[in-house]
């Protein structure tokens, strides 16, 4: 790469930075400024709609970035405060959250990427599970929440096995794609020089199916993390689901919508630990 290239693309993403800088100004100022101003105006009595949308009361509008902004100072200066069953800090809460997605997406793993060797390498182990693959995939991680607890009797262990079955099928499809399109040079390479089967599948299969495969395993914790905070609204307890849904049961909207921003920057987090990861891997090769 010259220098030509290099200036260009440093160029590039001052410029994307700063116009992201700009934008998050303008969108922050406009939501405070709306805030600062009654959205129905005149001494008039208001409509039954109006009042659904909180017309008649100032404080039932959606906070300022100003208010959530004080509140996230609030939280993260004490983020592993316990005060109660009902009455956890942020931190505390993500933790429970974390250990449970990574509970699940790493049985996942242990699973999903051996079956998917399998059907990468055999044609006949794909005609025979293609099936059921594809009937249990379309199913909605949440529909299997009632059984789970039917069958396990613990809310923590169910919301785990949620995590278990949204986390597994993305890596089953693309370890069993990336192993399947290994170029048939390398096996037979590998044959030549009189490897056996498992000395194949981890010196000549797994490095070239790697970029693949970490590539079902980023979508997976994507989707692992979409899910548990669905699942702990329902069995509710801890985690950050729960403590989205008990902060809108006590009609505080800024911690609402401070737990979302979280949300998101976990998971942002989360997503960028794998896309890392894909990346060594790749330039390793």
């Known amino acids: 790469m010259d220098r030509t290239t290099t200036e260009w693309k440093l160029s590039l993403n001052v410029r994307a930075t700063i116009l992201a800088i700009m934008l998050l100004v303008v969108g922050l100022g406009v939501w405070e400024g709306l805030n ?21 009361d100032e404080s039932a509008k959606v906070p300022p970035p100003s208010e959530i902004a004080v509140k996230a ?3 993260l200066s004490n983020p592993f405060y316990d005060a109660g069953p009902n009455d956890k800090g942020i931190g505390i809460q993500l933790g429970y959250s974390l250990y449970r997605v990574l509970s699940g997406y790493l049985l996942a793993a242990l699973v999903a990427i051996p079956i998917g060797f399998l059907i990468g390498m055999s044609p006949l182990a794909y005609k025979a599970l293609n099936p059921f693959i594809q009937v249990l995939r379309p199913i909605s ?11 396990i009797r613990d809310s923590e262990a169910s919301a785990i096995f949620v995590i278990f079955i949204c986390s597994i099928w993305p890596m089953l499809l693309n370890t ?13 390479v590998a044959r030549t020089h009189e490897l056996s089967s498992l000395q194949t599948a981890f010196k000549v ?3 070239a199916a790697a970029p693949t495969i970490l590539t079902g395993m980023r979508i997976s914790i ?9 699942a ?8 950050i689901g729960y403590y989205v849904w008990n902060e809108w049961n006590n009609l505080d909207l800024t911690s609402v919508i401070f737990s979302i921003l979280m949300i998101g920057v976990v998971g942002m ?6 896309a890392y990861l894909a990346r060594f891997v790749t330039y390793a090769e």
């Open 36 to 56: 600062q101003s009654p959205l129905m105006g005149g001494g008039e009595a208001l409509s039954e709609y109006e009042q659904l949308l909180a017309g008649a």
């Open 73 to 75: 100072w609030q939280e």
């Open 141 to 151: 991680p949440l529909a299997w929440m009632p059984l789970a607890l039917f069958i």
């Open 176 to 188: 069993a794609f990336g192993v399947a399109g290994v170029r048939n040079d390398w096996v037979n």
């Open 205 to 207: 299969i797994l490095p």
């Open 222 to 230: 994507g989707i692992a993390w979409l899910v548990i905070v669905a």
């Open 232 to 239: 702990e609204m329902l069995v509710g307890g801890t985690g």
């Open 269 to 274: 987090l989360l997503d960028m630990s794998l």
